[in-house]
């Protein structure tokens, strides 16, 4: 059974510019959630996604955006890019609604680096 | 202060010591509690959870929580090379789902054959 995928694993970008992210959770998973990784700051809950629904959303400023599509497929992206929004992106896929953690599997995340 | 520290480490040992790892807190409502292992260019894996006081033990793993001086800790016996990663903890006042919980920094630890 294939994991969690996230596409790109790396990417550079400049500041001003936006990034889009991709995430393909494991077949049969509805949820979907963000995080974002920082040294020193630990993991951030972004937003989460259920049957192309948002349900919840963390701090982050409007920014940050995502959305699902009808095969569970999530997309997150960041407008107007800035130095601080250089992190690792985790994507973590759960079989059942509501993002439980206790259920969900990580995938390995794509280093953004802003320049 | 922040909701939940973690000493970042580095962390280094010999192979075959017994690990301590540690992360403290300032909730009090802080009910469920996870340990995850995250190897370099990798994502997170749960290793252990726990709900509310006490330990649980899982092989060469045991995670114990002291609700009263809101102190956690994850205890590897005889650490293995294959065991150094980041250890991250973290916790929730509510049942289980991602935007509750309030992850620690990490801890880095390098097991030395």
């Known amino acids: 059974k294939a994991g969690v995928t996230q596409t790109p694993r790396y990417l550079i970008k400049t500041r001003g510019q936006q990034v889009t992210l991709s995430c393909s959770p494991i077949s049969g998973h509805r949820s979907v959630s963000w995080y974002q990784q920082t040294p020193g700051q630990g993991l951030q809950f972004l937003f989460e996604y259920f049957s192309e629904t948002q349900r919840n959303k963390g701090n982050f400023p409007g920014r940050f955006s995502g959305r699902q599509f009808s095969n569970s497929r999530s997309e997150m992206n960041v407008s107007t890019l800035e130095l601080g929004d250089s992190a690792l992106y985790l994507c973590?896929?759960?079989?059942?609604?509501?993002?439980?953690?206790?259920?969900?599997?990580f995938g390995q995340g794509t280093r953004l680096t802003v320049v | 202060q922040k909701e939940v520290e973690q000493d970042p480490g580095p962390l280094s040992v010999p192979e075959g010591a017994i690990v301590s790892l540690n992360c403290t807190y300032s909730?009090?409502?802080?009910?469920?509690f996870m340990w995850y292992r995250q190897y370099s260019r990798k994502g997170p894996e749960l290793l252990m959870y726990?709900?509310?006081?006490g330990n649980k033990e899982d092989g060469r793993f045991t995670a114990q929580v002291d609700k009263s001086s809101k102190y956690i800790s994850l205890f590897i016996r005889d650490s293995q090379p294959s065991d150094s990663a980041t250890y991250l903890c973290a916790m929730s006042g509510s049942r289980g789902y991602g935007q509750n919980f309030v992850f620690g920094p990490g801890t880095r630890l390098s097991v030395l054959p």
């Open positions: 973590a896929s759960s079989p059942q609604g509501a993002g439980s953690l206790t259920e969900a599997f």
């Open positions: 726990t709900y509310s006081s």
């Open positions: 909730n009090s409502a802080f009910q469920y």
